[in-house]
Each structure stands twice: as C-alpha cells, then as structure tokens.
C-alpha cells in the first residue's frame, strides 16, 4: 500500500509538471501520449494548444492524435512500440545528400511516437516506472536545448538590381526562411538608373527581421545559425564618406548607361586586348571603373572627398558590408567581385595602380580584397537580431549561382544559363582550373571562379555569350506561329526521330537566318527539331569557344544548366545529345541559387563545412532538377555538328537583317 501510494504522488507530481508546461488530452482510440516536454517555442500544435503560445481552434470530435518524439536514444521503451497509422512521420528529406562535415540526423526529429495500446504489454507492462518517465523528460528538455547547436543554419544576403532578399537554409540546402523586397530605380534622366544607397541597407534590414520572424515562428533559434555569407550583383557602384558613412551619391546600377562617353575615351586610351589580359574587362558603360570615373569627373562631393582623404568607393558589397559591421574596418569585397571592377589584376591579389591611376580613383579609397571564404565583419547593432554574427563569404552573384548549383567547382565544368535577358541570348561560364586563361579576344572575359580560403588555389574561368542562340524559338512561336510555346514546341519535335537533315540558322545583327535541307519529306515536325537542334549546336559552340578562348587543352566534361529554357527536359536531352557531355538542369525555382551558393561558401569560411571538395555536386535535387546522359555516338555528333557549321558559313554571306 505504502509503495502504490508512493506511485500516485509521484504521478500526481509528473501531472502537475506537465499540466503547468502544457495541456495533452487523453489520446482517444486505446493510445497513450508520450508523458514528455513540450518546448513552447517548436511552433507544433498539441491538442488544440499552438506552440505559439495561444489556443488553437477547439478539436471536432473526430480528433486525430499528435505526438512529439525524440532521438531514438531519448526515447523511453513505453515509446518503442509501432507508429500509429494515425499519425504521419515528418522527417527532414532524404533524398537530399548531407555535407560532410554537417550532421546527417538530427538530434531531435519530429516523428510519429504515439505507441498503441495493445503494444504495451510487449515493452513491459501497462505502465512504465515514474523513474523513467522523469529521466525521458529531462533527456527531452535538454535536447531541446541543445537543439540550435546540433542544427546548424546558414544564411544569406542578397543584392540584385530588382531586389534584395535574407535566406535561412538548414544542412539539406532546403529553405528554411526567406524575406525579399522589392527595389526600386531612380530615373533621374533618360538612360540613368540609380538606387539610394540608405534605401538598400533599411530595405537589408527589414528583410533580416521578417526572415528571423519566421525562422522563429517555426521554432528555429537564432543561435542556429552558424554562418551567413553575402552577395551581390557586381557593377553597382556607390560611394560614400568614411567619416560619416553617409552616402555621397546615389548608387548607379548596372543598367545605367552614362558612362558611355567615359568609356569610349578609356578605350582609346589603352589596348583593349592588354586591358583584357590584365583585368578580364572591356570598357564598357556598365563596367565599374568607367561609373567610378564619371563620378570623379562629374561629381563635386565625390571629387572633393578624395582630396580631403574621406573617400570610399566600390561595388555594393563594400557599401553594405560597412554599413552592417561597422564602418571602414570592414569596407571589404571578394576577389570575383573586385576583379568584375577592371581594376584589379586577375591574378594578383590587390588594386592594379595602372587602372587606378587611368581612372583617376586612389588605391586607398577602394575596399580590401578578399578570398570567398573568410571573415569578412561582424554584424553591429543595426543589424537587430543577428547582432554579433559573423559575415563569412562573399562572392559575385554569377559565381555564386553557379556554386550553388554544383557547378564550376572544378577544371572542365560550366554553368550555362539559357535564354537569359531577352530570351535569345545563352551564357557559359567554364571554369579552366588554376592556370590562368590566356583569352586573346575581347568576346570571350577572363574571369575568377572562386577562391574559397585566404590559402587556397584561385580557379579561373572564361565567361562567354551568344546573343541570339535561342532567337529561333521566338522566331517559330511569334512569327511563324508553328507552336504556341516550348512545351508545345518540345512535343511536336518528340514526334519525328530527327530533324531529317534540315538545318536552321538562327539570324544575328550581322546576317540573315537561314533554314536549309528542306525537302518534299520536311513536315512541320521536322522545322521545329532543326530550331531545337540549333540552340543546342549553339551552346556547344559556345563551350568549345571557350575551351580555346582559354589557351588550355582541357575539355568540357560536365555542364550545369539554368534559366528559362532549362526546365525543358527535352531540349537538355537534346543538349547532352549534341555535345556528348551529361546536361544537370536546374529549373528556376525561388531564385535562390546565388544565395545557396554564397550561403555555402560561408559555411566553408564559418568552419562549419571543413572541405571545399564537398562541396561539388553538393546542391539538394528536387523535382525541378534531372541529368541528361549522351545517347549519341562520337562520329554522329561530329557529322552533324559539321554539317550544322557548313549551313552556319553559307548563311553568313547572305548579307544582314533588315526588317520590312
């Protein structure tokens, strides 16, 4: 009697611990709810309680029951019974692949772990010992505690010229909580484009709030978060006093043209050609060091801060990361994004004083430069919540995009983006290892890829564009109305075996376009697998341009592909068939590559990721994303290429386009 007694006080007692932390109804249907603590922050409902903090909604009568679970390790044996059919695991995916590095599962899992009755008695009676259910409640609190340790969060900043966004990830490169704003252009006068530089950094931290809100609102911890890195789109120029951290002008976006003029004189000035071995740009309006020139040239604030020595000037990372970790200390950019400015040597790791001094800018007003993968700042008090985290990657948003995708990580990989700006146009970007690119031609731009580490090997690449490879889809769906889309396009093509020997050449700004071979045998399906088939020969001439553009011998042997046109699975699988080299496609899904890719790149700086190996192929696959193999052989695809070329030079002579 002494010892049931004994029994039902220490019950009592367990009751009493459970009901102050928070109500669990009696489960109907024979279960039993697992006597554990429930974390009011997890943001879970249990029995029409939110873990919010507010009753829910009164449960109907038809209630389900939901039960929290640990670890196997923290679970007592009354919880080792078979998973009710009633309630549906949830677990992080696993289709996802895990980092090395970061933990494969976590701690504490949210399961099923309501055990029926009848599986009682097979764990050792009706009821388990008040003992163990006190030390399954202790074991449960402390991992819940422990709970932002063991799941490591990595973040991003994001700067575009439309936007700029803050984006939470866990370990499986899923998001976990995202914010973005909208930003607006300043149209002063006819081709001028500007943002206020204030705008963005209020815009910056609201984004930081929202997107901590919501982390919070799912019961993640701030403390979670072991890393954020930063990225930007890289020729936005501001510059701005570094006595007072004020702006001294707007911030001029890539899109702005008035640099014309000043570009025009820098390249009659200099040889371009020497000018692109050196720095990997061309004068163009768009390239930073003509706007930072304009600003000198044009601007009485801008001029007149450089002669007093409170000048500071670069590219949007610098303004934000001084802005956010505390002012000229931390005025730093990355290696891709200093390099994308023309004023620094590609191989070097500081300003090029000849640039500096034909711009007229001194190497002392330009921020520090870099590796991808270091500390950067740590954020001061104007960034709210995340006050006292560190900033620990930064990179260009091309070359971030590309590693977040998996892509140029190494020697022989490119990342392809299909019908970027108006749709016609394809990009490539092949990464040529760490030798430098010996490109003689200003239509090919040496670029870095990454240097992830202050130790480690820098990789180059070579950044190439074909301004009208995809202009035939336009062409068949607009002009011609053959197809009203690509899907239907894709299907049409799907419905003959080849193009039947007929050959489409898209036209350019120098010559017409051209659809050869045609026959009493061509049908419509026959016209639409040769435009298909165009853009694809397009792209592997592009990659080839680049491979020699490179001076290396290395050949392409693995391409990720991205943009519009790359969520067509049969025009990738055209496109491994044309090359020869596996097409992975990534749809544009959230636009959020170049924030994984910078997000990861902290992590590596963070420590949090130990190897820059791991991270190749490292992105998650969804639904959006598929890896086309070659079907063709060697001799076929070369045939064909050559007869594509052959059609190419005898359009090439018809003179150029002019419209009626």
């Known amino acids: ?276 071995l050196k720095t990997g740009q061309t004068f163009t309006p768009a390239l930073p060091a003509c706007k930072i020139k304009w600003l000198l040239d044009s601007h009485e604030d801008v001029r007149q801060a450089q002669s007093d020595g409170r000048l500071l000037c670069g590219t949007m990372d610098a303004w934000i990361l001084s802005s956010l970790c505390g002012g000229e200390a931390a005025c730093a950019t990355d290696i891709t994004t200093a390099v994308a400015t023309g004023l620094a040597d590609l191989r070097g790791s500081d300003w090029d004083n000849e640039m500096c001094d034909l711009v007229g800018i001194e190497a002392g007003a330009l921020p520090h430069i870099r590796s991808n993968c270091e500390l950067f700042g740590v954020l001061t008090d104007c960034a709210g919540p995340l006050k006292g985290l560190a900033i620990t990657g930064c990179m260009s948003a091309r070359q971030a995009a590309a590693l977040g995708r998996g892509g140029c990580l190494a020697s022989g990989t490119a990342s392809v983006t299909l019908g970027s700006g108006d749709g016609a146009s394809v990009s490539a970007l092949l990464n040529v290892g760490c030798s430098y690119p010996s490109a003689t031609s200003t239509d090919f731009t040496p670029v870095v890829c990454h240097q992830l580490g202050p130790t480690a090997p820098r990789f180059f690449g070579v950044l190439g564009e074909a301004d009208t490879a995809a202009a035939g889809l336009p062409w068949l769906i607009e002009q011609m109305q053959m197809v009203t889309s690509v899907d239907e396009a894709e299907r049409v093509a799907l419905g003959v075996r080849d193009s039947g020997d007929v050959f489409f050449v898209p036209p350019s700004c120098d010559s017409r376009g051209s659809c050869m071979g045609l026959s009493p045998f061509s049908s419509r399906g026959h016209v639409v697998r040769a435009v298909l088939d165009s853009v694809c020969f397009q792209v592997d001439e592009l990659l080839e341009s680049c491979r020699r553009a490179s001076g290396g011998d290395s050949k392409v042997r693995f391409v990720q592909a991205d943009g519009p046109l790359a969520r067509h699975r049969t025009l990738m699988q055209l496109q491994a068939d044309t090359s020869g080299i596996p097409v992975t496609a990534h749809s544009p899904s959230g636009e959020i590559g170049a924030s994984l890719g910078t997000a990861l790149a902290a992590a590596l700086g963070a420590g949090v990721l130990s190897h820059p190996e791991r991270l190749h192929g490292c992105t998650a696959p969804g639904p959006a994303t598929f890896t086309c193999q070659a079907r063709t052989t060697a001799i076929h695809r070369a045939a064909q290429f050559h007869r594509w070329q052959d059609a190419r030079r005898r359009t090439s002579g018809c003179g150029s386009a002019t419209s009626h």
Not at 9 to 25: P, V, Y
């Open 1 to 276: 009697m002494a010892r049931a007694g004994l029994d039902l006080a220490m019950e009592d007692d367990l009751r009493g611990i459970l009901t102050r932390r928070t109500r669990i109804k009696p489960q109907p249907h024979g279960h039993s709810a697992a006597a554990m603590l429930v974390d009011s922050t997890m943001g879970l409902s249990v029995d029409g309680m939110t873990g919010l903090g507010g009753p829910s909604a009164a449960p109907s009568e038809t209630h389900q029951p939901m039960a929290i679970s640990i670890a196997p390790a923290l679970v007592s044996p009354l919880l080792a019974g078979p998973t009710s059919s009633a309630t549906a695991p949830v677990a992080p995916r696993k289709d996802a692949p895990v980092l090395e590095g970061f933990s494969e599962e976590p701690r504490v899992r949210l399961i099923s772990a309501v055990a029926p009755a009848e599986s009682r008695s097979e764990v050792g009676g009706p009821m388990v010992r008040d003992s163990k259910r006190r030390r399954t409640l202790r074991s449960t609190a402390a991992a819940r505690r422990s709970y932002a340790k063991d799941q490591s969060l990595f973040a991003a900043i994001e700067y575009a010229q439309t936007h700029v966004a803050f984006t939470v990830f866990d370990t499986h490169r899923n998001v976990v909580a995202t914010h973005r704003i909208e930003q607006a252009l300043i149209v002063a006068r006819p081709g001028w484009a500007e943002q206020c530089p204030m705008t963005t950094i209020v815009d910056i931290q609201m984004c930081m709030k929202e997107g901590i809100s919501k982390l919070t609102t799912l019961g993640r911890s701030i403390a979670s978060i072991a890393s954020i890195g930063l990225t930007t789109y890289d020729t936005t120029v501001v510059a701005w006093d570094r006595t007072t951290g004020k702006p001294l002008a707007n911030a001029i976006v890539a899109s702005d043209v008035r640099a014309q003029t000043v570009a025009t004189d820098l390249a009659k000035s200099r040889d371009e050609v020497d000018v692109v």
